[in-house]
């Protein structure tokens, strides 16, 4: 026992030593936070956090994994942009929705929040200055990708500034206890696919299926209604008190979820690893080879491709396309310059980040 009060007075005396230095730490932030709005400077900048959390797992010697030091920084991070100037997050609500969890691995609890009703609120009110950023998933790694963003994005006059991915887990929720008594599921139509060998093994077709706007509005009806269930995250059943039969019913254990985070007026400096992503609107798109003349700019500048989409054009009545496109280099980078200039306004610039998916 003595040896176990001698480690703890060591453990006390490092924390006091920790909260000196953070307190010293959040001094020099104040002053940081003065100076940029004076110059009317953003506070969030993803490509300067990256380069902190890379520089520290570079430094560390002992047994922080690189996981340990990103998640402590990035708390701090929010704590340090919060104390600088605090800003409005606006997320695809409602609480303890899989957004809001996003949200919060970013900027923190300290944070101010705004859930919102849908995706297309979330860029209205980015757009409209009552709230500096926006937080929207884009895609899920067994589902595909989120239409709706896509097509806003091409829309709003805004910038992506850092994309995450978080991973998915659901939870079956209800207040009985044997899951014989449950004639009724409520969750989100994507949930409902990406937990189907769970749903069909314990029930076949003997459950209705019945889809709502989100996971927690799936918590509240279970939580009031007879005979019913939910599929959730397990944050929205613990914000209603609904119980939890089992974890993790995701038919996948790789399930998870990019979410991009933008706003009005931040644009990323150049770091030693970016990702953009632009539209592309061709006017030739109908021709043969259109496309594939266009996506070879690429290859000849040796710029690696991650992802390219489809959407409608949506304007008149021609089968025409716009196409969605992520590569690994920043808009500034001189090749991908070559590229802009040559084909001018057939893209539309979406924003350049740090890559960490």
């Not at 004076?38 to 902190?52: G, L, Q």
């Not at 209205?124 to 589902?143: L, M």
């Not at 769970?198 to 509005?217: A, C, H, M, R, W």
């Not at 409608?312 to 196409?323: E, I, L, Q, R, T």
Request: aromatic share 8%; with cysteine.
């Amino acid at each position: 026992m003595s040896k176990l009060v001698s480690f703890r007075k060591k453990i006390d005396a490092i924390d006091n030593q920790l909260i000196q230095l953070l307190n010293q730490r959040m001094e020099v932030v104040k002053e940081v936070g003065i100076l940029k709005r004076k110059s009317n400077t953003t506070i969030y900048k993803p490509d300067r956090e990256k380069a902190i959390i890379q520089r520290l797992i570079k430094h560390s010697k002992g047994l922080l994994t690189p996981t340990a030091i990103e998640a402590i920084f990035l708390e701090v991070f929010a704590v340090s942009r919060n104390l600088e100037l605090p800003e409005r997050i606006v997320y695809l609500g409602p609480e303890g929705s899989f957004t809001h969890q996003a949200a919060e691995s970013r900027y923190g609890a300290m944070s101010e929040y705004l859930p919102v009703n849908s995706i297309s609120s979330v860029f209205e009110t980015v757009s409209s200055d009552r709230a500096k950023y926006g937080v929207v998933p884009i895609e899920n790694n067994q589902e595909g990708v989120v239409e709706e963003t896509l097509d806003l994005l091409g829309q709003a006059n805004l910038k992506i500034v850092s994309e995450l991915s978080i991973p998915i887990h659901f939870a079956f929720a209800t207040k009985k206890e044997e899951v014989k008594c449950i004639t009724k599921i409520y969750s989100k139509d994507i949930a409902f696919r990406q937990c189907r060998k769970f749903i069909q093994d314990l029930y076949g077709k003997k459950v209705e299926l019945i889809p709502v706007n989100s996971t927690s509005t799936a918590c509240q009806l279970a939580l009031e209604e007879d005979n019913a269930a939910a599929i959730c995250s397990h944050i929205a059943a613990k914000e209603v008190g609904l119980p939890i039969l089992f974890e993790n019913i995701e038919d996948s254990a790789d399930n998870h979820t990019r979410f991009l985070i933008f706003a009005k007026d931040v644009i990323n400096n150049v770091s030693n690893d970016d990702k953009t992503s632009i539209v592309v609107r061709l006017s030739d798109s109908d021709k043969p080879g259109a496309l594939a003349l266009f996506l070879q700019e690429f290859h000849k500048a040796k710029i690696n491709l991650s992802k390219i989409e489809s959407r409608p054009a949506k304007n008149g009545s021609d089968f025409k396309y716009v196409f969605f496109i992520d590569f690994e280099a920043h808009i500034e980078d001189k090749k991908v310059n070559k590229i802009v200039k040559k084909y001018g306004d057939a893209i539309k610039w979406l924003g350049s980040y740090p890559r960490t998916c």
